[in-house]
């Protein structure tokens, strides 16, 4: 063969010089003066100028504080952001920080770095945290994740009130104005008036879209119906009292009523199906943040104008609000934890959250009771004042709850994700068994779940 | 030392016979052999072996992943009423699916055959586009078709009158979708591996046949039935073993619901272990099917081999 002058071990010596010599810049541009990448999985907001805000304040803080965000957006659909959890936890390896869903930094609190120390600053400027994020984020005394502005919301009753008015007899704009004060009829705004008029208007062809099937909506709004109950499917220390407890089973009677006015369908709904019913003009009311709402406003104005959000109807035990918090969590295995809690702190100050909320239409419900007076929920409209009553304000008397609390959270969450109180009540709603033989076998799941 | 006092150096004929022994060891055939088939032993064990065993260690270990607990997942599986239910609907899922395709692709495959060579590439064609789609994608589709809400199979049954059918929400119904879709899906492969089958059918044989006044219905069971029986039996292990483990079609069309059933092992296994945080359990559901249907290939494809041994 001919030579052409050159060695290979020469070609491939010119060669590593030539990449060590390109690479060299970059390592001196982030050696000088910068704290590190930061490397952050944010849920893939419902609304698109979600991720705009989380994008624009992760670069402010980043700029300020001389650190490289990388910020990337996963989306719950199909479980995407499940998936990605579940992964990295068993490789140990991948983002600094992620949004973790409700159950989930129970489910890895091993993995989590504690924030007591984020939360507790947090705390001392705007207030307590609700207790059911808290239910879901503390274990063994320690904070392992931030409940977050971005993602976290409540699914109250949003409905039409001429329907309600016409068919119902019930004025609920006078009952839950766009201001602090409770209106006539809201003393009485309870599961049993919700009953009655869940029959109303079923008789008028526009009955409730209430979700009961194994989605969270369904599961969700089930489990703050139990919950007003005092129901409790497992205590505390994990005991299986399903059988026992006399919330459960009150609440289970009523839910048998209830299924007997909802849609025939109502059992293979997804989390979309309630927003098609309310938006297609078919049902008179929905539990839903204001998602609902915002897409109406878009497809359908003229059932937009009509719609209202209020509180959720009180039980024996009090009005208790579907809560479906999200948090942001910092795995022990990141290499910049001190940038990651630094970050945190500042999207969960209230300047911060106030902008999260605003740009989400008023979706976003921040953790801290203080927070709910954002003037987007005063101002966001047609009709204004739509979704004043999301946000839960001390004259609702209500609470935000968590389907299957107080049980421990490594058996809650199977029983959430399995959906055991919306198949308790199809169990003797649509399988003709007898409440005591739906009760046992709740009673069989729940034992299981706790076992292994 | 030598006889002439002269020291004899071993070193280098020792040298110059390991690098024959070496050079003899690389030229025998077993060595080539091994050699050759190491990226596909190593690709094998990367991506087989490894997680299969992987998952069988999980299935040990406690809910928290801390410390083994032997068969304790598949004891408490056993336990559960949802679990014998996921068993019981795996079984009449993935059986009336597969023989539901075995018999359309058979027929399907029938016709093909009988249509002249030059107009057959395009109905083959259209009739392989229900395999060729991905299947969550066309699932989507029927499951517009089935939407509780506004099924468009429902209009169309209102039109004439035919009061809407509850496709999703009621447990036979949300069954009988399911197989439906995956038969649409899969009855095309068995169309496809059946008129391969009948094409290599020696045309002498069923001449012979006519000659010896065999009926139609005589033709198939003593011609062409016996020359496809070890393709008819590959296709069935095969997508048997597929449907045992489909995912897609239930998770779109009913998520498993209502009240779990419609759940098979994969939908069931996904719920339990990365829904509800217990992996573990969740690669206990999976692998639960795995040692009946080994056995289950392992008869089948012995019955082939041994058919094939007769056939020379």
Redesign the interface.
Same mark, same amino acid.
């Given at each position: 063969m001919a030579s052409n002058g050159i060695t290979r071990r020469a070609a491939l010596g010119a060669g590593v010089a030539g990449v060590a010599a390109s690479a060299l810049p970059l390592v001196n541009i982030h050696a000088q003066g910068t704290a590190g990448t930061l490397r952050c999985g944010f849920w893939d907001h419902w609304v698109p100028a979600g991720n705009g805000i989380m994008r624009e304040l992760c670069g402010e803080w980043g700029e300020k504080n001389h650190v490289n965000v990388q910020v990337d957006f996963i989306t719950s659909v199909g479980n995407q952001n499940l998936l990605t959890i579940a992964a990295q936890a068993q490789a140990r390896s991948g983002h600094d920080l992620l949004a973790f869903p409700a159950w989930e930094p129970s489910a890895h609190a091993d993995l989590l770095e504690p924030v007591d120390d984020v939360v507790n600053r947090l705390i001392e400027k705007y207030g307590p945290i609700n207790t059911a994020a808290e239910y879901l984020a503390k274990r063994e005394g320690h904070w392992r994740g931030i409940p977050t502005v971005s993602g976290s919301q409540q699914k109250v009753p949003c409905a039409r009130f001429d329907l309600m008015q016409e068919h119902a007899g019930l004025d609920i704009r006078k009952m839950w104005p766009a201001t602090d004060v409770r209106g006539p009829g809201a003393d009485d705004w309870n599961w049993a008036t919700f009953l009655t008029a869940a029959q109303k208007c079923h008789a008028a062809g526009v009955p409730f879209g209430l979700p009961m099937g194994a989605f969270t909506d369904a599961v969700d709004w089930v489990g703050a119906l139990f919950a007003s109950y005092n129901a409790k499917f497992i205590d505390e220390a994990g005991k299986v009292t399903v059988k026992t407890d006399p919330g459960v089973r009150a609440g289970l009677e009523y839910m048998v009523e209830l299924s007997k006015v909802l849609p025939d369908d109502v059992w293979a709904w997804d989390d979309a199906s309630n927003n098609r019913a309310l938006i297609s003009g078919r049902s008179a009311l929905i539990f839903n943040p204001p998602s609902a709402w915002a897409v109406a406003r878009r497809d359908s104005p003229e059932v937009a104008e009509k719609c209202w959000y209020m509180p959720m109807p009180a039980g024996p035990a009090g009005a208790r609000v579907p809560y479906l918090p999200y948090f942001w969590g910092i795995w022990s295995f990141s290499r910049n934890k001190t940038a990651a809690k630094g970050l945190l702190e500042f999207l969960s100050e209230r300047g911060s959250a106030e902008r999260q909320t605003t740009t989400s239409s008023g979706y976003d419900i921040p953790p801290f009771a203080s927070m709910s007076d954002f003037p987007i929920w005063k101002t966001e409209g047609p009709p204004v004042g739509v979704v004043y009553n999301y946000p839960i304000k001390p004259h609702h008397h209500a609470t935000q709850s968590v389907a299957f609390a107080p049980a421990p959270a490594e058996i809650a969450v199977q029983a959430y994700n399995q959906a055991i109180n919306t198949k308790l009540v199809a169990h003797v709603a649509k399988g003709g068994e007898t409440i005591d033989q739906a009760l046992d076998w709740a009673a069989r799941e729940l034992r299981n779940f706790a076992r292994g | 030392m030598a006889a002439d006092g002269s020291i004899v150096t071993l070193e280098p004929s020792i040298g110059r016979r390991g690098v024959a022994s070496l050079r003899r060891f690389t030229r025998r055939r077993s060595t080539i052999a091994f050699l050759m088939t190491t990226p596909l032993l190593l690709v094998i064990g990367g991506l087989v072996v490894y997680p299969a065993g992987y998952a069988i260690y999980l299935s040990t270990l406690?809910?928290?992943m801390t410390s083994n607990?032997g068969l304790?997942?598949f004891e408490?599986l056993l336990?559960?009423?949802?679990f014998w239910m996921v068993i019981w609907q795996s079984c009449i899922f993935a059986v009336s699916a597969v023989l539901a395709k075995a018999m359309i692709g058979f027929w399907l495959a029938h016709k093909l055959h009988d249509i002249p060579s030059k107009g057959q590439r395009k109905w083959r064609g259209m009739l392989l586009i229900p395999w060729v789609i991905p299947p969550a994608l066309s699932t989507l589709g029927w499951w517009w078709m089935f939407d509780?809400?506004?099924s468009s199979i429902n209009y169309l049954l209102n039109v004439f009158a035919v009061p809407a059918v509850?496709w999703? !929400?009621e447990a036979w119904w949300?069954r009988l979708s399911v197989i439906i879709v995956n038969v649409w899906y899969g009855a095309p492969f068995f169309m496809i591996m059946y008129l391969a089958a009948l094409k290599s059918v020696p045309e002498q044989l069923y001449e012979a046949a006519a000659i010896d006044g065999a009926t139609g219905m005589q033709r198939l069971r003593y011609v062409t039935l016996p020359m496809m029986r070890n393709i008819i039996s590959i296709t069935v292990l095969f997508s048997l073993i597929v449907t045992f483990a489909n995912y897609d079609i239930v998770r779109v069309l009913?998520? !498993?619901?209502?009240?779990?059933l419609t759940h098979v092992f994969a939908t069931y296994a996904f719920?339990?272990g990365?829904?509800? !945080?217990?992996?573990?359990?969740g690669a206990a559901v999976s692998l639960f099917m795995f040692p009946l249907l080994a056995i289950f290939a392992f008869f089948v494809l012995r019955g082939v081999t041994k058919r094939t041994k007769e056939e020379q």
């Open positions: - | 406690n809910r928290r607990i304790g997942n408490i336990d559960t009423d949802t509780p809400s506004y509850p999703l !929400g949300a009913t998520n !498993g619901g209502p009240r779990d719920q339990v990365i829904l509800s !945080g217990n992996v573990p359990r």
